[in-house]
Structures are given as C-alpha cells and as structure tokens.
C-alpha cells in the first residue's frame, strides 16, 4: 500500500529512488562526454531509455515511482471498514444531480474531483455537491489531454487557476488532486509538494467512460473489494448504456448495495486521513 501523504516540508521536495538514479545517471553521462567524447551514442542511449521509462511510469496513473500517490485509504480508515468513492470530470448537471440523490437515498458520501472550469459555469451545483455533505477536490482547470506534457509552470498555473477557482465556490481549498486521466510527468510531484496538495489516484476503477455495459463496470469495481479502496466513476463524460442511460447511474445503486452488504463505509477523503476517529456503527 502507497504511503499515505502528509503534511508537505515546504522547504524541499524529496526525491523519489528513480529520479535521484535519474540525476546520477545524467551527471555519469556528462563525465562520461568529457573524458570519453566518442563514446556519445552510449550516452545517449542510456539517458533516452531513462527518459522512455519516466515517460511510461508518468503514463501509468497508480505509480509511486515519480512521487507520492495515494493509492488507497490509510490503515485506521481500512480498520474502520472505509471505502472512498471518487467521482470524476463534473460538475454535469444532466447527471450530477441524479447522482447526489443516489447518493443520498443510501446515506453514503462521495468525494468529487471538478473540473474548474466546468463548476466555473455550475457554481451552484458544486455548492449542492457539498451541502449535501460531500467533498470537492482539485481536477485541474480545463481538463486538458497535453496535461503531462505541461512543464512546472504550465502545471502550476492549471492547478493554481483550479485551486483559487474552487476555493471561491465551496469556500475551502482542495487538499487533494487527480491529474487528468490519471497521466502526469515528473515535474507534478514537486509542484503539488510546494502548494501542500496530495495526489490521489485510486485503487479500482470502472472505465465508465469507454463501457456501456453496467455489469463489466460493476464487476471491475468490487472484484476484490476491501475495505480502504479508492473507487473511480465519472459523472462527467461518462459512457451511455443501451437505453441511453449514464452508466454511472446504472451502476451505482449495485455499488452502493454491494458495500452495505460487505458492511463498508463510503466516506470523503478529507474523512478518511483525518485524525483517528471512532469507527461508525
């Protein structure tokens, strides 16, 4: 299990085993230049085939390899029986609404990650989103698909521009983050570090956005359920099923009635990292 972040050492961001190989490596083939110039295309190779696999990690969401990452809930909220719902790419008011009845009607909470821009043009459905007890975190600004090709500067001002953005709405600042589709480079982790932001990924997810069929999204969330996951599903863009129907609707009340039946809890994740509660009836 991913270790679970805490509050950040402004002063500096702790380099991860890979990325100090990564500074040893491009230090070696500098000397290397110097002392040996023909032998460049050794040098190059290595630093290519470094930049490939840095690439490939940035492109696999659940890795820990570039920085922290919050993969599943800490020990005490796993013994408590918790479980994180997180929900995706909203506000959308075709489906967001539909979705906090649901979520109602089965006492559970959910934590949302929006899109700034988008709750820019909701702002009182994101509000909604949090009376009704729920928590909205950080999606970034625009939901851009070149986000981990951003540089430290392009990231801060995408994350900064959704924090103050999100902030004005509900009133709190987003303590977590999910990069858009889960894809980052190695400059996001010092970035988040410096702002006191978490990165959050998740444990199972649904695809709800490429599968129509409620079932196979239904069977990937609880194959192996335990308590602590992450679960990932979509208000925003998410899939239709036969009848027209926002998958994540259909799935849903199955979800819900397979967590109360395993006798887990759903709760935010500003819930689930807080200071030791007592666990709920």
């Known amino acids: 299990m991913s270790a679970v972040p805490s509050p950040p050492d402004v002063s500096r961001w702790p380099l991860t085993p890979l990325l100090w190989a990564t500074v040893g490596l491009h230090a070696a083939a500098a000397v290397s230049l110097l002392a040996m110039p023909a032998q460049w295309p ?8 470094n930049h490939a696999l840095l690439t490939g990690l940035g ?13 599943r809930l800490p020990d005490a909220a796993a013994a408590r029986r ?15 609404p539909a979705v906090l009845d649901l979520l109602a009607a089965a006492g559970a909470r959910a934590t949302f990650f929006c899109i700034a821009e988008r709750a820019r043009r909701h702002p009182e459905l994101v509000r909604e989103i949090v009376r ?7 999606h ?14 392009g990231l801060a001002r995408e994350i900064e521009a959704a924090q103050s953005v999100l902030s004005e709405i509900t009133g709190e600042a987003p303590r977590f983050f ?7 480079n190695p400059f996001l982790a010092p970035v988040l570090h410096r702002m006191g932001i978490a990165l959050a990924s998740w444990t199972r997810r ?13 069977q990937r969330l609880t194959r192996g359920l335990a308590a602590g996951d992450i679960l990932l599903l979509h208000d925003g863009g998410c899939a239709l099923d036969a009848h027209g129907r926002p998958v994540v609707l259909a799935v849903l009340p199955a979800l819900l009635a397979e967590l109360r039946r395993q006798g887990l809890v759903t709760v935010t994740l500003p819930q ?5 509660r007592s666990p709920a009836p």
């Open 42 to 49: 050794w040098a190059l190779a290595a630093i290519a085939l």
């Open 59 to 71: 492109l696999w969401p659940r890795s820990t390899a570039l920085g922290a990452n919050l993969l």
């Open 82 to 96: 918790e479980v994180a719902l997180t929900i995706d790419d909203g506000p959308e008011p075709e489906v967001t």
């Open 132 to 138: 009704r007890g729920h928590s909205v975190q950080n």
């Open 140 to 153: 970034s600004h625009v939901h851009s698909h070149r986000f981990s090709l951003l540089g430290p500067r």
């Open 178 to 184: 999910r990069a858009p589709a889960g894809l980052r």
């Open 206 to 218: 649904g695809f709800d956005t490429r599968e129509r069929d409620p079932q196979r999204v239904l």
């Open 272 to 276: 689930a990292l807080a200071p030791a």
